[in-house]
């Protein structure tokens, strides 16, 4: 039977009658509101018992979760104001539609009770649901995110990595560093809404955004995920905030002592130290260190040869395979659908090597066949593409699970990021191959996992290594108050020209293999990372 044909006028009139449907007071009053109200109320006895709405602070919502209404269309329920958290009933709560309109209202209690109040933090809720298309949102006033804030009261970011909760965060890993953004505190919970806007438009990972001496919002697609998200974001504020008074940096993979410059200030902190600091201490003879070094792979910290001699050959070889045995798996199918945005984008410019990818009714082997061949010329042009890079990611990693792949640093390498660690210099990597496939490499190299030296993975997702705006990007990501705080180590001149004129520090790596560079190229260059 042939599929029926929906217009944008059905599709309107669908809305609209969705609309109807859950305005409806059957609906209103139905099972699926009062079981949303009742969870609310009981989540809020959970978090006063946490401590994160005691004294009538803090606030949740949560959408009325219905397969048949889109997400956007879906009603809220929200929390009151003013009144005490851990002693509410479902008939406590308000019921608003998706622009945030109020649809019911519970009825005035005698006194000493004050009259209903809809939550102050709904201007604030409604812009995560619309910014983030979100399910649930809690605001806390948990002591530990207040805290947490006021350690560096010049800091506009709250940093962690290397913390086995981060994992609870969506989109994070172990080897991550999550980044919150912090928000300054206002008299008005309601004039917290535009910079709360701005932070969750700046950060667009971010499932939460802190206020300073005030709180935290946390966001999730459904009540579960905002929960989940909310207990870590708190795990991990605690223990940084443990961490600081035992005099351990939080910020950095190893968690070491917090390191210091000591001079005419004392004890100026060189990592987190806020900027008039650091220009004092330079003013006082005091050479600040510098906060960030970014490093290429392929030429500075790893032989070229290792890259075209070792991986390339062995995706090659392996790719067909890889794609015949997770072939069905969801990460496969995205792998795929990368595949053949960027093939077809490939056959209208006319690129050489691809060829069109029949439709999965074509069978398996065919697809796969089509695949491999435009893989082959892709890795033949050496093309930093993220389709590529992301599929090569997946195939080295068996590679480096069945111990068939090793990889290779320069022997100057784990020294030096040892080095660097210890003076509280943070170090990430920026390469044109997947965030993956840098994790897989630094953590099975021939001098052991190096991943706790390591702060952070950039890849091509922010952008070109040849472009500009990746290296502002970069900028904004790893928490620098000016970009000339970053030391950008690479082999290629293209790269060096461009970190350049972003404002980075470069210096251009000479390694055995690498290709010449123009004369009278301008840059600093060294042959081992000793002599930085």
């Not at 962690?160 to 206002?186: A, C, F, R, W």
């Not at 970014?294 to 500075?300: F, P, W, Y």
């Not at 991986?311 to 798996?329: I, M, N, Q, W």
């Amino acid at each position: 039977m042939a599929a029926a044909l929906v217009t944008p006028l059905a599709l309107n009139g669908a809305v609209k009658m969705a609309n109807s449907a859950i305005t409806s007071q059957a609906y209103l009053e139905g099972s699926r509101v009062k079981e949303t109200k009742a969870l609310i109320a009981e989540l809020c006895r959970h978090f006063y018992n946490l401590g994160w709405v005691s004294g009538t602070g803090g606030s949740i919502t949560i959408k009325v979760h219905d397969d048949s209404v889109p997400k956007p269309q879906q009603l809220i329920v929200m929390s009151p104001s003013g009144v005490q958290k851990e002693r509410m009933v479902e008939e406590d709560m308000y019921l608003l539609s998706p622009e945030g309109s109020i649809l019911s209202a519970p009825l005035a209690k005698p006194y000493p009770h004050k009259p209903p109040k809809c939550s102050d933090c709904g201007p604030l809720f409604l812009k995560a649901y619309d910014m983030r298309n979100a399910g649930a949102v809690i605001h806390s006033h948990g002591m530990e995110s207040c805290l947490v804030t006021m350690i560096n009261p010049f800091s506009k970011e709250f940093r962690i990595t290397h913390m086995e909760m981060i994992k609870g965060i969506q989109g994070h890993g172990y080897y991550d560093e999550l980044v919150v953004p912090i928000i300054e505190n206002t008299a008005h919970e309601r004039e917290l809404t535009d910079s709360l806007a701005e932070a969750i438009k700046a950060y667009p990972k971010t499932t939460a955004v802190l206020v300073r001496n005030h709180g935290i919002y946390v966001w999730g697609d459904n009540w579960i995920s905002a929960k989940t998200q909310a207990e870590c974001y708190h795990y991990l504020f605690d223990a940084a905030i443990k961490l600081h008074q035992l005099g351990l940096d939080w910020s950095t993979p190893s968690h070491g002592p917090i390191h210091s410059v000591n001079g005419a200030l004392g004890n100026v902190r060189s990592a987190n130290t806020p900027a008039k600091a650091r220009k004092v201490a330079s003013d006082n003879g005091i050479e600040p260190l510098r906060r960030c070094i970014v490093l290429d792979i392929e030429g500075t910290t790893t032989p070229i040869s290792f890259v075209t001699d070792v991986l390339f050959p062995y995706a090659r070889e392996s790719v067909g395979k890889h794609l015949d045995a997770t072939y069905d798996t969801e990460e496969t199918k995205d792998d795929i659908k990368l595949l053949r945005a960027q093939v077809q984008e490939d056959l209208e410019k006319g690129i050489v090597g691809a060829v069109p990818i029949p439709d999965d009714d074509a069978g398996k082997q065919e697809v796969i066949a089509a695949l491999v061949a435009n893989v082959e010329a892709m890795i033949k042009a050496d093309r930093k593409i993220t389709a590529l890079k992301q599929l090569q990611g997946h195939v080295w990693r068996t590679g480096f699970d069945n111990n068939e792949l090793e990889a290779i640093v320069f022997d100057d390498v784990p020294e030096a990021l040892e080095r660097w660690h210890a003076l509280g210099i943070k170090v990430y990597i920026y390469s044109s191959g997947s965030r993956l496939a840098q994790r897989l490499l630094f953590g099975n190299t021939n001098y052991g996992d190096l991943r706790k030296y390591l702060c952070g993975y950039f890849d091509t997702t922010v952008g070109n290594k040849r472009e500009t705006k990746s290296y502002l990007e970069i900028t904004e990501s790893v928490g620098v108050d000016k970009p000339s705080e970053i030391l950008f180590v690479t082999d290629v001149y293209q790269e060096a020209t461009a970190a350049k004129a972003a404002g980075l520090n470069v210096i251009i790596s000479i390694r055995p293999g690498n290709g010449p560079l123009p004369e009278n190229h301008g840059f600093r260059t060294v042959k081992s990372f000793s002599e930085i």
